[in-house]
T-cell receptor, first 114, second 111 residues
Framework: KAGVTQTPRYLIKTRGQQVTLSCSPISGHRSVSWYQQTPGQGLQFLFEYFSETQRNKGNFPGRFSGRQFSNSRSEMNVSTLELGDSALYLC?????????????FGPGTRLTVL | EDQVTQSPEALRLQEGESSSLNCSYTVSGLRGLFWYRQDPGKGPEFLFTLYSAGEEKEKERLKATLTKKESFLHITAPKPEDSATYLC????????????FGKGTLLTVNP
């Protein structure tokens, strides 16, 4: 069974630009969660989508947004990039039917903002 | 708010030297405690899920245990390939589906 895939794997942008990251979940999984990982803060929850609806949102500014498509693939968008947005962005998929469902992570997208 | 604290931050072992990593948590209504392994530049790899106090799970040289306040990841006779950052996360009660992670323990196993 194929795992979670994320594209692109690496991105370099400049301040003020916007970026879109993509995530394809494990087949059959309907929940996709996004996390930001930085050396100082560790992994922090951004948002979670289930059946094309955002179910939960973390404490990030409105510049961070996402969506989910009918095939469960998800995209995350960051507008007006800031230097502090440089991080590893991880998506995780799960069945999404229970809060105890295991989340499986993709390899991440490394975003560098110059 | 859910909180997870992992200790130590870093641990250096000799090959074959067994030890334990600690994960202390505060959560309202634990739905699950998860252990992941993360290699540099990669996403976290799932290891174990524990659901209730007293539960134990094993996989090769790793054994995870759970009490009402903490979880331990025991590493028996580690090998250099066990070197990685080990992350602990909790899924609490309420309506949120998010995982709350600790900062991790960086394990280095020297040959």
């Amino acid at each position: 069974k194929a795992g979670v895939t994320q594209t692109p794997r690496y991105l370099i942008k400049t301040r003020g630009q916007q970026v879109t990251l993509s995530c394809s979940p494990i087949s059959g999984h309907r929940s996709v969660s996004w996390y930001q990982q930085t050396p100082g803060q560790g992994l922090q929850f951004l948002f979670e989508y289930f059946s094309e609806t955002q179910r939960n949102k973390g404490n990030f500014p409105g510049r961070f947004s996402g969506r989910q498509f009918s095939n469960s693939r998800s995209e995350m968008n960051v507008s007006t990039l800031e230097l502090g947005d440089s991080a590893l962005y991880l998506c995780a998929s799960s069945l999404g039917l229970s809060r105890s469902d295991t989340q499986y992570f993709g390899p991440g997208t490394r975003l560098t903002v110059l | 708010e859910d909180q997870v604290t992992q200790s130590p931050e870093a641990l250096r072992l000799q090959e074959g030297e067994s030890s334990s990593l600690n994960c202390s948590y505060t959560v309202s209504g634990l739905r699950g405690l998860f252990w992941y392994r993360q290699d540099p530049g990669k996403g976290p790899e799932f290891l174990f899920t524990l659901y209730s106090a007293g539960e134990e799970k094993e996989k090769e040289r790793l054994k995870a245990t759970l009490t009402k306040k903490e979880s331990f990841l025991h590493i028996t006779a580690p090998k250099p390939e066990d070197s990685a950052t080990y992350l602990c996360a909790v899924q609490g009660g309420g309506s949120n589906y998010k995982l709350t992670f600790g900062k991790g323990t960086l394990l280095t196993v020297n040959p």
